[in-house]
């Protein structure tokens, strides 16, 4: 797809330009209006048929025409070959509104959103190389032998052919979701109707803002492909440079994809992203107006101001459609998050298509008007892109605005799709507390271990219905649990005084020392006595110091816990994170949020850190923002954060809310 779109874009260019650029502006109010035309039968069919169907049938048509537009400018009449030109031309905006909806719209029923995550930065990848292949070698090392631009639209026909067998082999052997209408059910086609939507004022910013964005991309493309005609009057000259041009946008959009966009986005966030593309047409604009006003724009008078002129109108159109592909519209879908699960894939697809396409119709319309002004000059372009680059600043500032009030409205109001999921969560809890009192020992062991992972603090209430269980066995396994909770698992090992004949293995006796030196500090446990049990390689010793943390009232053995915190045996390290929920300090918090990281020990210290409660919130705002931390592990700070709750824990999850990652950003929406 990607070979399609960049070469059907060149061979459509060149011919146009070069046989039919007096029509230029009569062409972007056509284009504008078949835009609108074929994006809303788009959407009108995905109501009616599956989208495999729909996104086939579309694929076939954009192939039959190109072949036809092939088979008509070799073999029509000649007499009308201008009118082919023109629509070739016409369809550029159309096709490739439909074929990228198309695409999208396969992809995100294909995968889930994890797997969307992983994969997406590498599909657009994939689709960048190969329309830089497509222009910067094919193309240009084929203009010994290929003298007619139009003999391109038969690789375009065949890279669609190519799309049709793949696109019919997904359809073929993979299930997608919500692929067939009636899955959507008659709320949501009744509540993304045209005439709803727009009676949200938040839709109508993001509608305004693309409406914005399309008329400054559509008037910078006719001032720059205005002055290609007339520097290049050869088709031949013209197909190279146009051929070059693109290679060079689609190059400079995948470096800054892949080096420079996450930088901007996660340092700046979304609002000042936004900013770079206005304030670059803004200098490029400018410096276009001055060369032009004291140098000349007009290449039969002045020749050299024209050149300097054509340069900065090229930059200009190059970084709008560089910055536009590569860094604002990645942006503005997160401006989709606040908008309901249900509706957001069809308000999403319809603001993109259809909207999106109105908007290229109006900008048409406002070059067809300036034309029919005798004074009107490509000067005055330059002088609009000013103007609308500031009126993007304020729509930026109003769209981020209300992104900001969407966002905590939902934030702050459950709705239905959060009552379900309390719902579900009693009724799984439900159901695990009933087989508690099972007579059937690993049921019953089974259903305590998810309780507990699920919500620690209710432990001791489980543990109680465990001790009443009919089965001896299920009993036991309660008595050895609230044994841990009291920190007494393994105290029965070490004994004080017993017959020599009675010593188990597995028991120890304490030393003489050890016995002196309790009875010399009233029966409290000393300093010494926990160095030795916790820097022992006696994994059961270290347990016991884990536990008797628990029970010792001085704080300078802390440092002794947090040792623990870090043990490398899983029973050392979940004791030493249960006993911390009674013994810690600012330095012990943090040891529990770094253990967040590992999978093995990440619920037990969720539990820990929301039974310690409110005194964790500073800790944890401060680790999320930490320099290199991974998504997983932001999202488990955010839970940590939404199940202690309070008004504290809530004004820091409100300033996430505009966090450039979109995971985080959905996960903190799920959290009331």
Known sequence: MGVFLATYQVTADSLFLNRMGDRLDEAFLVAGALGILSTALFSMFQNWLKFTSLALGSVVLVFLFTLGEYWL????????????????????????????????????????????????????????????????????????????????LLLCAISMAVVCVLLFSIASSFTLSKNDPREFGETVVAETRLTKLFGDRYIVLLSVFLLVSMVMFV????????????????????????????????????????????????????????????????????????????????????????????????????????????????????????????????????????????????????????????????????????????????????????YRNKLRMKLESGDGELEKLEKGYAQITSR?????????????????????????????????????????????????????????????????????????????????????????????????????????TNVNERHYAAELLLHTSKDECTSFLMELLNDSEPKVRNAAIKTSVKKYNTEVINTIIENLSNPVYSNPAMNALVLIGADTLIALDAAFYRSGQSTQMMLRIVQVIGRIGGAKAREILWSKIDYPNKIVVSQVLLIR
């Open 432 to 536: 695990l507390e009933s087989m508690l009192s099972l007579p059937s020992p690993p049921k019953a062991s089974f259903s305590y271990k998810l309780l507990e992972k699920i919500n620690a603090a209710q432990a001791p209430g489980w543990i109680n219905i465990l001790m009443k269980n009919e089965d001896e066995a299920a009993r036991g396994y309660g008595q050895e649990k609230l044994n841990e909770l009291k920190g007494l698992s393994v105290s029965d090992q070490f004994v004080i005084r017993m017959d020599s004949a009675k010593v188990g293995a597995e028991k120890s006796v304490l030393s003489k020392l050890d016995l002196q030196s309790i009875l010399e500090n009233d029966g409290d446990i000393t300093k010494t006595r926990i160095q030795k049990l916790a820097r022992s």
């Open 219 to 402: 008037l910078s493309q006719y001032s720059f492909q205005v002055l290609v005609k007339e520097q290049y009057p050869d088709e031949r000259d013209l197909t190279n440079f146009n051929s070059f041009f693109i290679g060079a946008v689609y190059g400079i959009s995948l470096i800054l994809q892949t080096f420079v966009n996450p930088r901007i986005i996660s340092n700046y966030g979304l609002r000042v992203s936004l900013f770079i593309l206005p304030l670059v047409m803004v200098i490029f604009s400018v410096a276009s107006i001055i060369t032009g006003s004291f140098l000349g724009f007009e290449k039969s008078i002045a020749p050299a101001g024209f050149i300097y002129f054509f340069l900065f109108v090229s930059l200009s159109r190059l970084f709008n459609w560089t910055l536009r592909d590569s860094l604002e519209n990645p942006v503005f879908k997160l401006f989709f998050i606040p908008l309901d699960n249900r509706f957001r894939f069809n308000i999403q697809s319809k603001i993109e298509g259809l909207v999106n396409e109105s908007a290229r119709f109006v900008a048409g319309l406002l070059i067809f008007g300036l034309a029919f002004i005798p004074f009107f000059k490509v000067i005055h372009i330059s002088i609009f892109l000013v103007i609308l680059s500031g009126l993007y600043f304020l729509v930026v500032n109003r769209l981020y605005n209300g």
């Open 73 to 152: 400018l070799h073999y029509g009449s000649s007499f009308y070959h201008d009118e082919f030109i023109f629509a070739l031309y016409c369809m550029i905006g159309p096709i490739t509104a439909v074929l990228l909806l198309s695409f999208w719209g396969i992809f995100g029923r294909l995968f889930n959103f994890r797997q969307s995550k992983r994969i997406i930065g590498w599909i657009d990848t994939g689709q960048l190389i190969a329309s830089i292949l497509a222009t910067l070698i094919v193309i240009p090392f084929t203009s010994e032998f290929i003298q007619d631009t139009s003999n391109y």
